[in-house]
């Protein structure tokens, strides 16, 4: 056993890495063979065949735990449609911080190489319900696939799950479009999501950025000699959680817990980088990018809005850019945007990158209704303003876990 922080449970929890506390049920006996569901209860999670009962042919779907089994990190590693969000650090953070359970559906035997696999979460909340997204706070997620049948297979699994279960719904986010009339799918919610390629030399992608916005703010802050950190140390993390607790008050919105960003670091390693800005030893802006191969992505930023006219933010975002084209990457993701914030889509257009539409895809067996989250009143929008940042950290430790 090693021990985790659980944030959920209160603390530190120990936790047997072996036990199996799923649920099996049997479901019919054809020919002298047992299919069997496996509902897992937590993170303990035994690879068992299932055989949908809804299934037509003889198609199998292997459920296996990818915080277990090393076969998902060589699938992950191989395969073109993977990102960050698929690595097991990303699907263990989520796991230890909020308590998102998660598993992957694959039609291979047990035993081979994964040919195929799509990973999801199940989200258990008294307050937004019961469901399961491939995957919370990741900004997109494809599935890892072979070929279209695969993806009607694990969608009928998933339908089939959500019949027979009490799940709210299913919900995928992939960047591909998806044809959602032949999978009884309907799209939720679509993003801007933006992207930079780092193909051009140097010079040329600092003559994309804009004028105003970006290259004299750069130049502003190399006049004022910022002094520029990075790593992933506990001072960095502290500094950068500082950092996020103001932004996070100025837009009115619920920080992510800080414990978050911990096991963030743990389970990413040197996949992770945070980015930080002082001026006098103050810590002034920072961001937060992760590694998957050769693309790079910007997840998260944060400043104290006292010194933006000194170009702090500018000023990192030029230096990740110079930085990840220096280690061989060729391209940045910079995330998703809602499309009606036009100051956040112009902010990232102008840093050279390109957009296109990002949707997430549901399925449910009940009418869906669009219910805004309590966090998002404008009541408690206006308190989070003026909490302290004690009472601050403490409401979203309390009620983020229900927004994946």
């Known amino acids: 056993m090693r021990p985790y922080l659980n944030p959920v449970c209160g603390g530190s929890t120990l936790f047997p890495?072996?036990?199996?506390?799923?649920?099996?049920?049997?479901?019919?006996?054809?020919n002298s063979e047992v299919c069997y569901e496996t509902r897992p209860r937590w993170l303990g999670l035994d690879e068992r065949l299932f055989e949908s009962p809804k299934q037509t042919g003889t198609a199998n779907i292997q459920i296996l735990d990818p915080l277990r089994d090393n076969r998902w990190d060589k699938l992950v590693a191989r395969h073109p449609n993977a990102s960050v969000f698929h690595q097991r650090g990303w699907l263990e953070a989520s796991a230890r911080t909020y308590g998102y359970k998660p598993l992957v559906l694959t039609s291979t035997a047990s035993g081979l190489p994964l040919e195929n696999?799509?990973?999801?979460?199940?989200?258990?909340?008294?307050?937004?319900?019961?469901?399961?997204?491939?995957?919370?706070?990741?900004?997109?997620?494809?599935?890892?696939?072979?070929?279209?049948?695969?993806?009607?297979?694990?969608?009928?699994?998933?339908?089939n799950e959500c019949d027979h279960s009490r799940q709210r719904y299913f919900e995928l986010r992939p960047l591909l479009?998806?044809?959602?009339?032949?999978?009884?799918?309907?799209?939720?919610?679509?993003?801007?999501?933006?992207?930079?390629?780092?193909?051009?030399?140097?010079?040329?992608?600092?003559?994309?950025?804009?004028?105003?916005?970006?290259?004299?703010?750069?130049?502003?802050?190399?006049?004022?000699?910022?002094c520029y950190e990075t790593g992933r140390s506990q001072e960095l993390v502290d500094d950068f959680y500082t950092l996020l607790l103001m932004t996070r008050r100025r837009h009115q919105l619920l920080p992510q817990p800080k414990i978050w960003f911990?096991?963030?670091?743990?389970?990413?390693?040197?996949?992770?980088?945070?980015r930080l800005a002082r001026k006098n030893g103050t810590p002034i802006a920072a961001i937060l990018t992760l590694q998957h191969g050769s693309s790079v992505v910007y997840k998260y930023g944060c400043s104290n809005a006292r010194f933006h006219n000194l170009g702090a933010m500018p000023f990192l975002f030029w230096r990740l850019i110079e930085e990840s084209k220096a280690s061989g990457a060729q391209k940045i993701d910079f995330g998703r945007s809602d499309l009606d914030h036009e100051g956040l889509v112009v902010f990232k257009d102008r840093l050279g990158t390109k957009r296109?539409?990002?949707?997430?895809?549901?399925?449910?067996?009940?009418?869906?209704?669009?219910?805004?989250a309590p966090w998002e009143s404008h009541a408690l929008r206006?308190?989070?303003?003026?909490?302290?940042?004690?009472?601050?950290?403490?409401?979203?430790?309390?009620?983020?876990?229900?927004?994946?």
């Open 17 to 30: 890495r072996g036990l199996d506390v799923g649920v099996l049920r049997e479901r019919s006996t054809v």
């Open 117 to 159: 696999g799509l990973v999801v979460c199940r989200v258990s909340s008294w307050i937004t319900g019961t469901r399961l997204v491939s995957l919370p706070f990741a900004d997109h997620c494809e599935p890892l696939l072979n070929d279209p049948e695969e993806f009607r297979m694990f969608t009928e699994w998933l339908r």
């Open 177 to 226: 479009e998806v044809p959602v009339a032949d999978y009884g799918l309907k799209p939720a919610r679509s993003f801007w999501f933006h992207e930079l390629d780092l193909e051009s030399s140097s010079e040329q992608l600092f003559e994309r950025l804009h004028k105003n916005s970006f290259q004299r703010k750069i130049r502003r802050a190399e006049r004022e000699r910022l």
């Open 262 to 274: 911990q096991n963030l670091v743990e389970g990413m390693g040197d996949k992770l980088e945070i």
């Open 356 to 372: 296109r539409l990002l949707t997430y895809y549901r399925y449910s067996n009940a009418a869906e209704r669009q219910e805004a």
């Open 382 to 404: 206006q308190l989070f303003r003026h909490l302290p940042d004690a009472f601050l950290s403490t409401a979203g430790r309390v009620f983020y876990k229900h927004m994946g």
